[in-house]
């Protein structure tokens, strides 16, 4: 058992939101793993890490402490530190990465880069223009028409598209990214043809040369039911998307995911991590709205709930560019998250409010807690960011899953949050539907 202790493995997690919860819970449960640490983390990845406070965008301060704790892989949650080029001078410095390079991060890090490379490598995705400045946009979409889409090329944290309905809206959505609503991610927009049909979040992990899928789920990003009101980073999901079958999937694979691998590889930033493709499977088969390149946030909390393999094996062997080696097992059970926020969100959540009830909602069978924006003070739970809590559960069916989770979410006691009553509902019907 002493060498089994003196090869148990050190991992570095970076973030602080549901998914590294719901990843810091994963990593924990594998045989491998000796310690796990976790900067900035919660009070709910605590339960699994030890919290260090590290800067990290400070990439020597980083390197400093994975050469001093002797961390054998670092996984990053986020795309900010990937799009910041984190992963290089780790790389550089012969610590393990679980994440993209900077050059490979572009494909969520430029909107436009992700749509020069679909054009060169026949990846189908819509049909689009770039530009740096209005005048020239404008003439594009008075060319083109309404309905369009005008995205900011850089991150701007979930804010930066506008799919306009108008001509108007849509001239609009340009002086705002070109008088700086978006920041240095407005300075180039990109036009993009308007997509019809079912979307799905899919998601592969890849090493480089090979990708693997890694489970497909769909979110809901605005804030009211029935989908309606502002745009948020997500209020909950389900895993899997019914309409990723067996057929999609592979399709999928061929048309978009084997194209981007082999693209990427072929122009020097071989890709390696999570590749979230956002798919738009539209009456001509599937196109692509937009890559990321980590997992999803809720989309992770399912994944990892239906995960069976042991995620440290996953990610190593990614690390080591030994995907071709692998394969990777699923419960055949749905998972449902529906997610709590703080008043306010997503404009201005309210911080500081008090939450009760979360050991007695993950006394439920089925049912897992993941914590976002929470903070321990003088021994309350309390809310410290937008989106808050992550209340998942599994079930046969997608409405079994929900109802689990809604049952769960009724134990919590926090009047200061609100969550969406009707995630899955497109699922639920489809399930209802084919009784
Ligand atoms: P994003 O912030 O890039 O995830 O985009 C937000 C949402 O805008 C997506 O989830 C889609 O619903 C929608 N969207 C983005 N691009 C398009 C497109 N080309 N056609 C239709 N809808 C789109
Ligand atoms: N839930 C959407 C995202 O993580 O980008």
Wanted: aromatic residues 6%; glycine residues 10%; hydrophobic residues 40%.
């Amino acid at each position: 058992m002493s060498s089994f202790a003196s090869d148990a493995l050190k991992v570095l997690l970076i973030g602080s939101g549901g998914r590294e919860h719901a990843l810091s819970w994963k990593l924990a449960a594998s045989p491998l793993l000796g310690t796990l640490y976790c900067t900035p983390g919660n009070p709910g990845i605590a339960d699994h890490a030890t919290l260090v406070d590290l800067d990290i965008d400070d990439h020597e301060a980083v390197i400093a402490f994975c050469q001093s704790f002797e961390i054998d892989l670092v996984v990053v949650g986020p795309e900010a530190p990937l799009v910041a080029g984190l992963t290089d001078p780790l790389l550089q410095a012969g610590i393990k990465v679980f994440g993209p390079s900077q050059a490979a991060a572009q494909l969520e890090g430029s909107k436009g880069f992700t749509k020069d490379l679909c054009a060169r490598f026949n990846i189908p995705t819509g049909s689009y223009g770039r530009f740096n400045n209005a005048p020239k946009a404008k003439a594009y979409i008075r060319a083109q028409g309404a309905p369009i889409v005008v995205k900011a090329d850089g991150l701007a944290a979930g804010k930066g598209v506008v799919v306009a309905m108008t001509q108007e809206e849509a001239l609009d959505a340009v002086d705002a990214c070109f008088e700086g609503q978006f920041g240095d991610a407005g300075a180039e927009v990109v036009i993009e043809e308007y997509l019809e049909g079912e979307e799905a979040s899919f998601f592969c992990i890849c090493d480089g040369t090979t990708a693997l899928p890694f489970g497909s789920a769909q979110d809901h990003k605005r804030v009211g039911d029935g989908d309606t009101g502002a745009n948020t980073g997500g209020m909950g999901a389900y895993s899997p998307a019914p309409v990723m079958d067996e057929a999609m999937t592979e399709r999928v694979m061929k048309e978009l995911i084997r194209p981007t691998i082999r693209g990427m590889a072929e122009i020097g930033a071989p890709f390696s991590g999570i590749l979230f493709a956002g798919l738009m499977i539209t009456k001509d088969g599937p196109k692509l709205i937009e890559y990321n390149t980590r997992f999803g946030d809720p989309e992770c909390q399912v994944l990892m709930t239906r995960l069976k393999d042991d995620l440290l094996v996953i990610m190593l062997a990614a690390a080591n560019n030994m995907l071709d080696q692998l394969s990777v097992r699923w419960s055949d059970e749905a998972a449902l998250t529906v997610v709590m926020a703080a008043e306010g969100y997503p404009a201005s959540p309210r911080k500081g409010t008090v939450i009760k009830g979360v050991e007695e909602a993950e006394t439920l069978p089925h049912v897992k807690v993941f914590h976002a924006g929470t903070i321990h003070k003088d021994g309350d739970l309390l809310a410290n960011g937008g989106r808050v809590l992550n209340i998942t559960a599994t079930g046969k069916t997608v409405r079994e899953a929900q109802k689990r989770a809604y049952e769960a979410v009724s134990k919590i006691s926090w009047p200061g949050g609100f969550c969406r009553k009707d995630i899955g509902w497109r699922a639920v019907e489809r399930e209802k539907a084919a009784q």
